[in-house]
């Protein structure tokens, strides 16, 4: 039984003050939860204040983004090393606003992935198929290539520190979420392509979550399916209570 993964992506939102609001908020509602992994994943700068007010708690932090060095000049980046110096856990990579608007592709990402990894953070992995790219049938393609050509070289251990977020596009911030049924097809795809790509142990203990306008009004029927191992959230994550009532229908 894979443990059920819910993530706030804050995305580039809530300036300091805000966001230490927020974490003081969901503390007490997500106290004593021990059945799913609770992550939030605030901007850069307020990653050290959200870290002072979560400590001792059991809520884990995340950075949305990681660089593929542990430091030097490479102006504007951030490293796993001060991720991890400021209490992150995590990291996301690979969002489909990073492959979208700063142009990262696979090869890129996957240098980022193994390179978190190999500093010590957890990842959470992001792949998902475009509006255009559904409508066209592409979808298995661009999925299937994302997976092979992002994940290549992870070894079977490393997955116990990964997981993989299906984002689909069109479902990003529109409103539109995917069916549990579309989500459940999508996630039992990707798991036949890890399947296939590292064996059925990896297969079996990758948790893969769902995101895409997730709300607490059907979190719990998408997290209900088989194959749909937790969420990452983005705008309902910006609500304590929201995002409490989503964690709480992934249990
Ligand atoms: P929304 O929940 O706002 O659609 O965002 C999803 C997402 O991109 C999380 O990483």
Request: a negative charge; one cysteine or more.
């Amino acid at each position: 039984m894979r443990k059920p993964l819910v993530a706030g992506n804050w995305k580039m939102n809530l300036l300091v003050a805000d966001a230490v609001k927020l974490v003081k908020e969901l503390k007490p509602l997500v106290q004593g939860i021990s059945g799913v992994d609770i992550v939030v994943c605030p901007t850069f700068v307020t990653l050290y204040a959200v870290s002072e007010v979560l400590k001792g708690s059991n809520i884990e932090l995340g950075g949305q983004n990681c660089y593929l060095k542990e430091s030097g000049a490479f102006t504007a980046e951030i490293s796993p090393q001060m991720l991890k110096d400021v209490g992150c856990t995590w990291t996301i990579v690979g969002h489909s606003e990073r492959r979208q608007f700063f142009g990262e592709d696979d090869a890129l990402l996957n240098e980022k992935l193994k390179f978190a990894l190999a500093s010590g953070l957890k990842v959470m992995f992001c792949i998902g198929e475009t509006l255009d790219e559904r409508q066209g049938g592409k979808m298995n393609d661009v999925l299937t290539r994302q997976v092979t050509k992002g994940l290549a070289g992870l070894s079977e251990a490393d997955f116990d520190e990964v997981s993989v977020a299906y984002e689909p596009v069109w479902a990003i911030g529109t409103g539109v979420t995917a069916s549990p049924d579309q989500a459940q097809e999508a996630h039992a795809f990707v798991r036949g392509l890890l399947k296939t790509q590292f064996g059925a142990a990896v297969a079996d203990k990758v948790r893969i979550q769902y995101g895409g306008s997730v709300k607490a009004d059907n979190a719990a029927e998408l997290m209900a399916k088989p194959d749909v191992d937790g969420a990452l959230v983005g705008g309902a994550a910006l609500k304590a209570d929201g995002f409490a009532a989503i964690l709480k229908g992934a249990l």
